[in-house]
């Protein structure tokens, strides 16, 4: 990464972010940190603005207040080829994948490197393939469409397509939605070897209690229109708030903490 940027600093920093549209007010003097290697788990309520606070963090959304830092940088005083630095060093998987219907897997996980480097197209074809097998796909898989794939496969293609420009962090949106509980433990277990295999920080929304007890290291719970607490699991179920205390508390919670110790 350019030299402009404190690899030391948080990899992604928020501070008194203030979101809204029009009159309603979705976050308020919120602040969230991660740190470098870690996986954070981000959880609220159904309306508490977790996609909202996801696409603020990434710059899809400027917020109305507060500031966000890259490495250190405040992401308003970034230049364009800045911002573009940043870019490829975050990656997003989306709920459900999000590949191009019309491309093959391998050209879905091309598209990245098509749009960002000027590799040759044979070196982008082997890149992917690798990608491919780093996510735990067949060979075969490159050649086939989205709608050839099953939900657990569509998962891992878009995973792969987020790991082309070999990021430093990744934000993953309800990663195991939708898949059996076989599918959802190799999924976390994935995200763990990966992880440790490409120094990856993570940031995952989830409501998986089995995944946040499994491989988060801390845990942010979204409550009253800020981050009210950023710990690890043992921490943040003590914390006095009702929410916090049904999500924690309920029967399925204690269920997945047997599983997870």
Request: hydrophobic share 40%; glycine share 10%.
């Amino acid at each position: 990464m350019d030299a402009i940027f404190d690899k030391s600093a948080p990899p992604m920093e928020a501070r008194g972010i203030l979101t809204q549209f029009g009159p309603n007010v979705i976050h308020e003097n919120l602040n969230f940190r991660i740190d470098r290697g870690e996986i954070v788990g981000l959880v609220g309520g159904s309306g508490t603005g977790k996609s909202v606070l996801m696409n603020t963090l990434l710059g899809l959304k400027e917020p109305e207040g507060g500031v966000v830092r890259y490495f250190g940088r405040d992401r308003i005083e970034l230049t364009p080829k800045e911002r573009a630095i940043i870019n490829n060093q975050i990656g997003v998987l989306f709920q459900g994948g999000a590949l191009f219907s019309s491309l093959t897997v391998r050209e879905n996980i091309m598209v990245p490197l098509q749009e960002h480097t000027d590799l040759p197209v044979k070196l982008m074809r082997e890149l992917a393939d690798m990608k491919i097998h780093m996510v735990g796909l067949p060979p075969e898989s490159a050649t086939l469409y989205p709608s050839d794939l099953s939900g657990g496969m569509k998962k891992r293609a878009g995973l792969a397509r987020s790991l082309a420009m070999d990021p430093d962090i990744l934000f993953l949106d309800e990663p195991t939605a939708g898949l059996d509980p076989i599918g959802a433990h190799a999924f976390d277990q994935l995200i763990l070897g990966l992880r440790e295999a490409m120094d990856l920080t993570v940031v995952m929304v989830t409501h998986d209690l089995d995944t946040l007890y499994a491989i988060c290291d801390r845990v942010a719970v979204l409550v009253d229109k800020h981050i009210a607490i950023a710990e690890t699991l043992s921490k943040v179920q003590k914390y006095d708030h009702p929410w916090v205390k049904e999500y924690f508390g309920g029967p399925r919670s204690r269920a997945a903490m047997s599983a997870g110790q």
